[in-house]
T-cell receptor, first 112, second 113 residues
Framework: DTGVSQNPRHKITKRGQNVTFRCDPI?????LYWYRQTLGQGPEFLTY????????KSRLLSDRFSAERPKGSFSTLEIQRTEQGDSAMYLC??????????FGQGTRLTVV | EDQVTQSPEALRLQEGESSSLNCSYT??????LFWYRQDPGKGPEFLFT???AGEEKEKERLKATLTKKESFLHITAPKPEDSATYLC??????????????FGAGTRLAVHP
C-alpha cells in the first residue's frame, strides 16, 4: 500500500505523560500536514512541512506540541504533559505540487 | 477570515432517495474547493476538487457543483454504503501562504434500506 501511513492507530495515555505519533507520507510527496479532529468537527490545521522545513504552525499548537520531519521523509508529532483536552484524532496528510491532499487513517489519542 | 459552513449537520435518507448537501464558503482567493468522505474512525478520503464557478465533477452516484459562494454535493439514488460523513474544505491563496485546508464540520449521512 503506497498511501499515507500513521502509527500507532490508537493510543491511550495517562494525563501528564508524553506521547509521540509517526506519519509516513506518500514517498514522492514533499508537503506534509498535521491536523487534529475532535468528535463532530472537521479537521483543524496544526502544522505544515515542505521537505524538512516546518513553515507554518497554527496558534492551536501550544508549546507542549512539537513536530519534526528529519530528512524530509517521515514526520513525528510529540505532545508533552498531555491533558484531557488533547484527546482527539490526529491526522497526517501529504501532497505534491497543486494536487489534493491524501490523508492517513489517523491516530486516535485518549488521555485518561 | 476564511470560513466553511456545511448543512445540514445530519441527513437521513431512504435507499434511492436523492438529495443534496450544501457547503457555503467565505474565502479570500479560492484555490480549490474539496470534498472528502470520512468513515467512522478513518481518515478523510478524497472525492473531488473544484476550482471555478460553474465547474462540475461526477463519480458514480455523486456529483459536485460550485458557485461563487457555495458548493453542492448531489447524491443520486443513494445506497446504504454511501453512509458516511462528507467534509467540504477550501484552500485559499492567503491561507497562511502554505495552502492548508479549511474544513467545515461535515454532514453525517445515513442511508437506510
Amino acid at each position: 500500500d503506497t498511501g499515507v501511513s500513521q502509527n500507532p492507530r490508537h493510543k491511550i495515555t495517562k494525563r501528564g505523560q508524553n506521547v509521540t505519533f509517526r506519519c509516513d507520507p506518500i514517498s514522492e510527496h514533499n508537503r506534509l500536514y498535521w491536523y487534529r479532529q475532535t468528535l463532530g468537527q472537521g479537521p483543524e490545521f496544526l502544522t505544515y512541512f515542505q521537505n524538512e522545513a516546518q513553515l507554518e504552525k497554527s496558534r492551536l499548537l501550544s508549546d507542549r506540541f512539537s513536530a519534526e520531519r528529519p530528512k524530509g521523509s517521515f514526520s513525528t508529532l510529540e505532545i508533552q504533559r498531555t491533558e484531557q483536552g488533547d484527546s482527539a484524532m490526529y491526522l497526517c496528510a501529504s501532497r505534491t505540487g497543486d494536487t489534493e491532499a491524501f490523508f492517513g487513517q489517523g491516530t486516535r489519542l485518549t488521555v485518561v | 477570515e476564511d470560513q466553511v459552513t456545511q448543512s445540514p449537520e445530519a441527513l437521513r435518507l431512504q435507499e434511492g432517495e436523492s438529495s443534496s448537501l450544501n457547503c457555503s464558503y467565505t474565502v479570500s482567493g479560492l484555490r480549490g474547493l474539496f470534498w472528502y468522505r470520512q468513515d467512522p474512525g478513518k481518515g478523510p478520503e478524497f472525492l473531488f476538487t473544484l476550482y471555478s464557478a460553474g465547474e462540475e465533477k461526477e463519480k458514480e452516484r455523486l456529483k459536485a457543483t460550485l458557485t461563487k459562494k457555495e458548493s453542492f454535493l448531489h447524491i443520486t439514488a443513494p445506497k446504504p454504503e454511501d453512509s458516511a460523513t462528507y467534509l467540504c474544505a477550501v484552500r485559499s491563496v492567503f491561507s497562511g501562504g502554505y495552502n492548508k485546508l479549511i474544513f467545515g464540520a461535515g454532514t453525517r449521512l445515513a442511508v437506510h434500506p
